[in-house]
């Protein structure tokens, strides 16, 4: 008897920034005025979570 494991396929994008916009619509204006990679950490935050960004994400 053989036992197999199926794992769900993940498909990760590139560029989380992209990936919001492609979900949720337009970056919040706001997004420019921080650090780049602190905008793409926030970007893949409100991926994993499945819900746009506010402002006070920025300030957490």
Do not use: K, N, Q
């Not at 990679?37 to 300030?59: F, I, Q, S």
């Amino acid at each position: 008897m053989v036992l197999t494991l199926e794992l769900p396929i993940r498909h990760i994008s590139p560029d989380p920034l992209s990936a919001y916009e492609t979900r949720f619509g337009a970056l919040p204006s706001w997004l420019d005025e921080i650090d780049a990679g602190e905008a793409r950490a926030l970007a893949r935050l409100a991926l994993r979570r499945g819900a746009p960004l506010c402002p006070a994400d920025h300030l957490s």
